[in-house]
Antibody, heavy 118, light 110 residues
Framework: QVQLVESGGGLVKPGGSLRLSCEAS?????????MTWIRQAPGKGLEWVSY????????FYADSVKGRFTISRDNAKSSMYLQMNSLRAEDTAVYYC??????????WGQGTTVTVSS | QSALTQPPSASGSPGQSVTISCTGT?????????VSWYQHHPGKVPKLMIS???QRPSGVPDRFSGSKSGNTASLTVSGLQAEDEADYYC??????????FGGGTKLTVL
């Protein structure tokens, strides 16, 4: 059974950094799959954050995080990461990792919570 | 890029049909057939219900259907059931390597 598990969330002060991880299991085609991060702020809707190609050579970001967040992956470890720098209060959200197939996602992790507050 | 526009709420009685709209522009919904719909029960993980405008993933009841006309995509839920009560989000490829989400629609089964 395909499973994605996020980790690395927590409480951080504005301006701080955090690195999220997403580990895939039972995901035979992980190295062939585009992957994405999607977030949901408290009481708000879903927001796409970033996605990365299967090889990791192509990376794309929402304008709201461009220049502050960096997506990466290690196919040998079936893992994806999101390095978040210069965090702001508005980055507070549940962060989900998911696969991406023709711009839709059918496998989601359970999410990890990031809280940016002083 | 702006988010897609969805009505904040929709409702229907059990057995009825309800349609949720998702309005974009000629640069996103109107241009690409990469519209998806997700069901999200609070506290749970979002679930893909429709991809590529009208494709239903395995396991999704055929009561759920998707369509598109011009810059507006729609999700129709037929034969409403109590378990269909959830938040529904549309998304679309927005061009220039962007993915857009709608603001979400809270579906209430009366």
């Amino acid at each position: 059974q395909v499973q994605l598990v996020e980790s690395g969330g927590g409480l951080v002060k504005p301006g701080g950094s955090l690195r999220l991880s997403c580990e895939a299991s039972g995901f035979t085609f992980f190295s062939d799959s585009y992957m994405t991060w999607i977030r949901q702020a408290p009481g708000k809707g879903l927001e796409w954050v970033s996605y990365i190609s299967s090889s990791g050579s192509a990376r794309f970001y929402a304008d709201s995080v461009k220049g502050r967040f960096t997506i990466s992956r290690d196919n040998a470890k079936s893992s994806m990461y999101l390095q978040m720098n210069s965090l702001r209060a508005e980055d507070t959200a549940v962060y989900y990792c998911a696969n991406l197939h023709w711009y839709s996602t059918n496998v989601w992790g359970q999410g990890t919570t990031v809280t940016v507050s002083s | 890029q702006s988010a897609l526009t969805q009505p904040p709420s929709a409702s229907g009685s059990p057995g009825q049909s309800v349609t949720i709209s998702c309005t974009g522009t000629s640069s996103d919904v109107g241009r690409y057939n990469y519209v998806s719909w997700y069901q999200h029960h609070p506290g749970k993980v979002p679930k893909l219900m429709i991809s590529e405008v009208n494709q239903r993933p395995s396991g999704v009841p055929d009561r759920f259907s998707g369509s598109k006309s011009g810059n507006t995509a729609s999700l129709t839920v037929s034969g409403l059931q109590a378990e269909d009560e959830a938040d529904y989000y549309c998304s679309s490829y927005g061009g220039s390597n962007n993915i857009l989400f709608g603001g979400g629609t809270k579906l209430t089964v009366l």
